[in-house]
């Protein structure tokens, strides 16, 4: 997406919670109308801290069962965006973020966009990366990988690379660290 696309969506969307917020304003007042808002947003809180702990906890168990938690992954992004849209003030803002913090809507939505598209995780006893990629993998992050062709069980993605280990480790001008002087 654009930038200019990207200013025109963000713009036309806060030009609707405006005109809905006035709109409600017109008709039950501003002050409850504030009030609601403040409301939807402490309720939200309340929602996104148990929601998200049990998100969590959900993929501790499927990490420690040595599963990729590709669906908690996306339900835990999932949930912080909804927070995000609840504290927000506006009541469109509100309906979409609920819809991410209710298990039932945010679980489905998940689900369709692990379905939709390809979710990857890279790790190492240094660091990790994870990313999710709309559509077929394409090579990820690094690129076109080479398509296996054959019949062995992986019917992945190759991507060639060289790794190494070293053991000694060295500051950035060559000195050997291990040794005192």
Do not use: C
């Amino acid at each position: 997406m654009t930038f200019g696309r990207l200013f025109f969506v963000i713009f036309a969307f806060a030009l609707l919670e405006v005109l809905v917020l006035a709109a409600v304003a017109d008709v039950i007042g501003w002050p409850v109308t504030i009030i609601l808002t403040l409301a939807t947003a402490i309720i939200g809180s309340w929602l996104f801290r148990g929601q998200g702990l049990k998100t969590w906890t959900r993929l501790n168990q499927r990490m420690q069962s040595g599963e990729m938690p590709g669906q908690e992954l996306v339900e835990g992004l999932l949930l912080l965006i909804g927070g995000a849209l609840l504290i927000t003030p506006g009541f469109v803002s509100d309906i979409v973020g609920f819809l991410m913090l209710v298990p039932l809507s945010r679980r489905r939505l998940a689900a369709m966009l692990v379905r939709r598209g390809t979710l990857q995780a890279f790790s190492s006893q240094q660091s990790s990366a994870f990313f999710y990629q709309s559509g077929s993998f394409n090579g990820g992050p690094f690129g076109g990988g080479r398509h296996h062709q054959g019949n062995s069980q992986g019917n992945g993605v190759i991507i060639d690379g060289e790794a190494r280990e070293e053991t000694e480790s060295r500051d950035p001008l060559g000195h050997d660290q291990n040794r005192r002087s």
